[in-house]
C-alpha cells in the first residue's frame, strides 16, 4: 500500500523503534487541546465519580493525593501522530478509587474543566490500565499538560486521556465525548490506527 | 455533528499536485487536485502520508487554506521547518505532477460556519494563519457580514504569507480588519519597535468580550498558549476561544 513519494527518504527512520502505525517519535512534550489552558486552583479542585444511580464519590486534593499513588512508565501516542517514550509519571489507580464504587454500567464518560467530555469503556480503566495523574517526570503537572490531575490510560491515542479531569460518569450505553462527536474515533486504539470516526 | 462535512470514513487517496506557489522564502502553497473531495469547512485540516522506495513512511496534519466553492482543487500552504523531516520535503522538492496521499477533511470544532452570527477574532502565529486563511476567503466568497478582524503574528514583513491577497481583501471584503504584528523586524515606518503579542495588541485590536466573538487562535504551540491566556484574562468566555496547536515549543 502506499504510492512512494518521490525523492522522499524520511530522516527520523532510525529514531523509529517500535510505534504504532503512522507515529513518530518526539522528545518534545506537544499539547492537544481545544481552547485556552484552565488554571484550576488546588483548593477548588476535586474529582468526583457518580454511578448510574447517581450516587456521588468525591475527593479533593488533600483527600486524592492522600490515597496510595503508583510511578508509573508507559509509552504515549497522540492522534496528531507522536509517540513519546517512556514516559513518567505519579498517580492514583482507577482500581483504587473505583474500590468502593459500586456500578453495573459498562461505560463511562470523562468529565473535565471547560467542559470538554471524552468516552471509554469502563473495562479500559480497570486493572492497572488507568490512573489519574498528578506528577509528569517527578514535578507537579503542568497546566498546559493536564495539571493538577489529568486522566492517563497510555494504551489508547492520548486525547482519551482528558486533561484537567474532574469527574467520571457511569453510562449504560456508550456515548461521544467532545473529540469523538467532532470526528475522531470511539475507541481510538493506536495499534490498530483508530485516529478518525470510521477506522 | 450537524453541519460538519465529516464522511462516515475517511479514506486515503491519491492527489495530483496541480500547481505551487512561494508564499514566502519558506512557506509555500501546494495545490492539490483530489478527485474524490468530499468538501470541508474552513479550518478543517487533511491528513498526508509519504513513502519512501523501501516502504518507510511519515504522516503529517495541514490546515487547508482554500475555501470549499464546491468544487476545484483544494490548497495547503506549508511552513519549512529546517529540521523537520516532512515539511522541506513539501517546500523544497514536491513539483507539479507529483502524487500525494492524503485524507480528510479532518476537525468539526476548529471550524467557522457561516451560518454563526457573532463578529470573529482570528489570530495567528506564523503558519498558524493557514487555517484562518480559509475562514476569510470562504467569508469573501459568501459576501458573509460577520465582521472579522485578523491580528496575525509574524517575525519579519517577508514572513507574511498570503500577505498580497489580506491587503487586497482589506480593500474589497467589507468588514474586514487586519493588524500585523512583527516580533523581529518591523517594516520601514512602523509606529513601533518590534514585539511579541500582547495584553494591548489584544486589547486595541481584538473585539471587546461584551461583543461575545467567536475566537480563533491558530500557530505554534506557545503562541497559542499565550494568546489564549491573554484573551482568557481580558474576559472572554473560554468556551468562545477554540485552539488548533501546530506543535514546537
Ligand atoms: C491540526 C494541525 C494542522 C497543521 N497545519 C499546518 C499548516 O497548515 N502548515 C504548516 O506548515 N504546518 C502545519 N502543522 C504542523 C505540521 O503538521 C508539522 O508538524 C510540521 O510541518 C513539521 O513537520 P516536519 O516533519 O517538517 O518536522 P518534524 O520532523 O516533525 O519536527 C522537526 C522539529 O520541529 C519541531 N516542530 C514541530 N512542529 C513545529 C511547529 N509548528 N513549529 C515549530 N517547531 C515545530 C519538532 O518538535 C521537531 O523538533 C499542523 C499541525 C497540526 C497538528
Redesign the pocket.
Known sequence: MGIISRGFGG??RDSAPDLPPGQ?L???F?V?SAGPTPRIPLDRWSFTITTETGRKHTWDWAEFTALPAEEITRDIHCV?KWSKLGTTWKGVSLDTLFEDVETAADYVMAHSKGGYTTNVPLQDLLDGQAWIAYEFDGEPLDPEHGGPARLLIPHLYFWKSAKWVNGLEMMHEDEPGFWEAAGYHTYGDPWLEQRYQGD | MAGTALPGRLIWQAATVSAVRAETPS?RTIVLDIPDWPGHLPGQ?LDLRLTAEDGYS?Q????I?SDWPGAGPVE????R?E??????YLTDVVEPGDRIELRGPI?GWFVWRSAQPAPVLLVAG??GV??LMSMIRERGRLRARQPFRLIYSVRTPEDASFAGELRRRVRDDPGLDVHFVYTRKTPDGWPAPPKRIDVATLNSHGWPPDFAPDVFVCG?TSFVETAADILVALGHDPSKVRT??????
Do not use: C, K, M, N
Request: glycine residues 16%.
Open positions: 530522516r527520523r513518530y518526539t522528545q518534545d506537544p492537544l496528531t | 512557506a485540516h511519515a503529517r496534519s495541514y490546515s487554506a495547503i500552504t506549508v511552513q521547518l529540521d523537520g523531516e516532512v515539511s522541506p476537525g506564523g503558519s493557514v487555517p505554534p488548533e496547536r501546530f506543535g514546537g515549543g
